[in-house]
Each structure stands twice: as C-alpha cells, then as structure tokens.
C-alpha cells in the first residue's frame, strides 16, 4: 500500500518579492495543487517574501571559535603566520571540534543555508580529528543541512611530510567528498607535486577536487591553467573548483576573457568570499562567460579573523558592498552566487518554485529583494525539503 504524501501548503507568500501566491508542497516538492484526498498542513506566510534557501560554498567550520571565549589575535605578515595562529587556536580551545563544528553549522541553517562545502583541516598537527569531528556534525543535521567535505592541507604538501598520506587516508576512510590543495606554486613551492598529488588521489578514489589559490599575478595564473588542463586531461568537468583565485581579480578585460574562456571550457568552478574591494573576483563577468562562481564564509571567528557569522545572505550584503552595488539589479545579482551558483557548485537542483523544484526557501519580510539583501531581515521560517525546520532565527 503506497505510503500517504506529506503535503503542506504556504498561504499568502510572495516568490522573490511578486505577486501574493499559495505554494504547495508534496513530498518536499512543489507541486501544481493538493493531491485528491489529502490532508494538508497550512503555514500562513502573512505576505513574507520567499527567497531560496542558500549555499555557503566555502566554509571552514573546524577552525571556529564561534561562541566560544573571545580569543584575541596576534599579528601575522604571511599565510606561514597565520598557518601557525591556526594550531594555536586549536590546542587553546577546550571544546571538541564536533560541537564547535555542529554549533557554526546549526546556525547557519536556522540562517537559511541549505547546504555547506567545509574545508577541513588535515595535517600531522591534527591527523584526522577535524575530519572526524565535521563528519559527526554532518551526521546530526541530515535531513537540514547537506555538508560536503572537503579534506583540507592547510599546512602545504611538499612542505609538511605526512600530509599526503593523511590526505589518502581521509578520502579511503569516506570522511572527504573531495580532496583540496593550498597555493601550488606560492606558499607549497612545488606546483607539480601538489597538483600530482591532488589529482591522483581524485583519480584513484572518483573524488572531486577543490583547491586555494591565493597567490596572485603569474604565481596564482599558472597554477590555475595548470589545474584546467589537469581537469580537461581526467574528463573531471563539473568536479573542480579553484577557491579565492585571487589572481583574476585585477586582470584586465583581455586577460579576463582568456582565463574564463579556459574554466569554461575546462568545466572549473570558482568560489569567492567578498574579503575586500581588491580580492573579490568579477562574478557578473565571469559568469557571463560560462564560468560557475559560488559564494562562502571562508573562516568565522578563527585565528584569521574576528569576523564572520555563517550568514549567507549577509554574505550577499557584504558582496554588494564589496563591488560597490547600487541599483536593483545589481543587489540582486549578489544573490545569484549565493542561490542559484552555490546550488548548482555542490550538485543541488535550483530552486525556482515551478513544480518539482526542491521546496527549500526562507521567508523574510521586506518590499523586495534589493531590499531584504540591503536590510537582512530575520529570517522568520526557514523550509527544509518542504518542513520546517527553523524560525526566528533558532532550529526546531
């Protein structure tokens, strides 16, 4: 006997800031009516917006400080530095990685985050315990929250013995989806063996990969090309990722085109965090080009930076400020990276609310959408596969 659907319907809500409608839910979905004989739960929606749910796609949730002591910082001149604050950090905090992780993280979906990418840690300071510790978080948000994990060497390859093997280990163990890599040619100082390294074990285990790039100018450009052939050369379009890329983010529009033309080609995504007006990349541009670009926290409250909160749409906001956004069209663009480019980053089907689209959506109050990224509203209801599963801002 097949089992009764799970239907709910959103009386009164306004898609992306339009007309009033009523959105029914079946199965986690949405659908064009409520099946004959069904009985329906009804959420009043009281005219909130309903925006998509969205994507932090790149987060590192094992170095959070997040409701812990406040940790004051010491000065760093070098990623060797703040590399070192990173330990640090972690042998001052006395509360295990898992609850940091899962606290950061239950946070960011009563904020409307649907799903997270974390880059974590792997080092011989470490082994394996930060893995270990996002897995259980992972683990106890299933069904509000998918993490992807990403097995991390913070500490470089070529200059850390040990941590290659620890990268293995990782992804043979099932606790990384996709393996990363730090700064090929800058901070590691052997771009071939890292990259070697990185794409063998993808190869070897049908992983993905994704991998920071800090390094600007030639030093950040080569590696970047050399990871788009590498991609090419594997058939592993869709399945790579180059995070910060700072190196784009001064080219002219000669050089732009030549670099997105070849991660377009190459089916390499990008990610960037909003730091600051210089390091930001051009997401309008190169997602016009083809090139899939996703937004992220990066660190909050680590040994890096007091800032940070796991809010993506403030991440939006902060996008906006980055590129100096001042019409509507251009505050809601910075949105796009955030919704629709992050889902499309970690494999989820986007979020329309068309029938079949996945019902996952926050709904806010506001006027329009310019305004909610302007203002960042409290997100009253936040909807989960079509339950709710936080509201006010707290899961439950």
């Known amino acids: 006997m097949p089992h009764p659907s799970t239907v709910t319907v959103f009386r009164d809500v306004r898609p992306a800031g339009g007309a009033p409608v009523e959105l029914v839910v079946v199965d986690g979905v949405f659908a064009d009516s409520v099946p ?76 409307g985050t649907r799903a997270v990418r974390a880059h974590v840690d792997v080092a ?26 990403v097995a991390f060497p913070q500490h470089g390859l070529q200059r850390t013995p040990g941590t290659a093997a620890l990268l293995e ?52 450009l080569a590696p970047l090309y050399d990871i788009c052939a590498r991609t090419r050369a594997l058939g592993l379009s869709g399945r790579v990722t180059v995070s910060h890329a700072f190196c784009l983010a001064a080219l002219g529009e000669r050089e732009l085109d ?26 309008r541009e190169l997602a016009a080009r083809g090139v899939l670009v996703g937004l992220g926290s990066d660190g909050v409250r680590d040994s890096w930076s007091p800032f940070g909160n796991a809010d993506m749409l403030h991440r939006a906001h902060l996008l906006g400020w980055a590129v100096d956004a001042r019409l509507d069209e251009e505050l809601e663009a910075c949105l796009a990276p955030a919704a629709d480019g992050g889902a499309a980053l970690v494999g989820l089907p986007r979020v329309d609310f068309t029938p079949g689209s996945p019902a996952d959506f926050m709904l806010v109050e506001g006027e329009c959408v310019p305004q909610v990224v302007v203002d960042l509203p409290e997100r009253q209801v936040v909807v989960r596969g079509g339950r709710v599963v936080a509201r006010h801002g707290k899961l439950g």
């Open 124 to 149: 011989p300071a470490y082994g394996l315990d930060a893995l270990d510790g996002v897995a259980a978080a992972r683990e106890a948000l299933l069904g509000v929250l998918d993490v992807q994990i």
């Open 258 to 283: 030549e670099a997105a033309g070849t991660l377009a080609d190459a089916g390499v995504s990008l990610t960037t965090a909003a730091l600051g007006e210089s390091t930001v990349l051009p997401f």
């Open 169 to 220: 280990e990782a992804v043979r163990a099932g606790l990384a989806d996709a393996v990363g890599g730090l700064d090929p040619a800058g901070f590691d100082g052997d771009q071939q063996g890292q990259l070697d390294t990185v794409f063998g074990i993808a190869e070897r285990y049908g992983t993905g990969v994704d991998i920071h790039i800090h390094d600007t100018g030639e030093t950040g």
């Open 36 to 111: 004959v004989g069904a009985v329906a739960e009804v959420v009043d929606g009281r005219g909130m917006i309903a925006l998509p749910t969205l994507v932090d796609a790149h987060i590192h949730p094992d170095k959070t400080a997040w409701g812990e002591p406040w940790y004051s910082r010491r000065p760093a001149s070098g990623l060797a530095e703040y590399v070192q604050g990173d330990v640090d950090l972690y042998r001052a905090q006395e509360t295990p990685v898992g609850e940091r992780a899962l606290r950061l993280l239950s946070h960011a979906a009563a904020q």
